[in-house]
Each structure stands twice: as C-alpha cells, then as structure tokens.
Nanobody, 115 residues
Framework: QVQLVESGGGLVQPGGSLRLSCAAS????????MAWYRQASGKQREFVAR???????NFADPVKGRFTISRDTAKNTVYLQMTDLKPEDTAVYYC?????????WGQGTQVTVSS
C-alpha cells in the first residue's frame, strides 16, 4: 500500500521559515513527479510546487523566490523549504506523487503564519 506522510508544519511568525517533508512508502518515488499543494480555509486546493523525476521544478507565482523544492530519491522523500513566510501562506499543505498511471496524496500538514 502506497502512503505519503507529510511532516514539518507548525506555527511560524511572518518572515520565518519552515521545511516540510513528505516521505513515501510502499513504492519507489523515483519515477514519479512529486508536488506540493495547499488549501486555505474556505478556498480550493491550489498548486504550490513540483519536481519531476528528472529534477526539473516549477512554482506557483505567489511562492516564486521564497520556496524551493528538492527530493532525496534514496530516502523516498521530497522537501519544501519555505522562507519569508506570509500570513497568506497559511494553509494545509498536501504532498502529491503522480505519473501517467496513478496519483497519490498525503493527509496534509498545517502551516500557520501568524504573529
């Protein structure tokens, strides 16, 4: 059974940083694109960042220049480094792993940016 488990969320002040992790189990993540999405209260889930199996990455405009995404294939883990956090970054962050055949989601981790 494939599982994605996110961690690293929490409460941080504006301007602060957090690093989210997403560990995959049950299959190798090496042939999948790994991505992060987020969903703020009362809003639709939105794309944040993705990294392909080849290492190419792209980001949503609101987080460009502040967030980076990386993956450790040996650890079956993808990371989202978030810096200069803003209150509007507050959301539940979800990990997604997909290829042309299937897609998997994690359970989410809460990130709250507040003073």
């Amino acid at each position: 059974q494939v599982q994605l488990v996110e961690s690293g969320g929490g409460l941080v002040q504006p301007g602060g940083s957090l690093r989210l992790s997403c560990a995959a189990s049950g299959t190798s993540s090496s042939t999948y694109t790994m991505a992060w999405y987020r969903q703020a209260s009362g809003k639709q889930r939105e794309f944040v960042a993705r990294i392909t199996d080849g290492g190419s990455s792209n980001f949503a405009d609101p987080v460009k220049g502040r967030f980076t995404i990386s993956r450790d294939t040996a650890k079956n883990t993808v990371y989202l480094q978030m810096t200069d956090l803003k209150p509007e970054d507050t959301a539940v962050y979800y990990c997604n792993m997909w290829n042309v055949f299937r897609s998997y989601w994690g359970q989410g981790t809460q990130v709250t940016v507040s003073s």
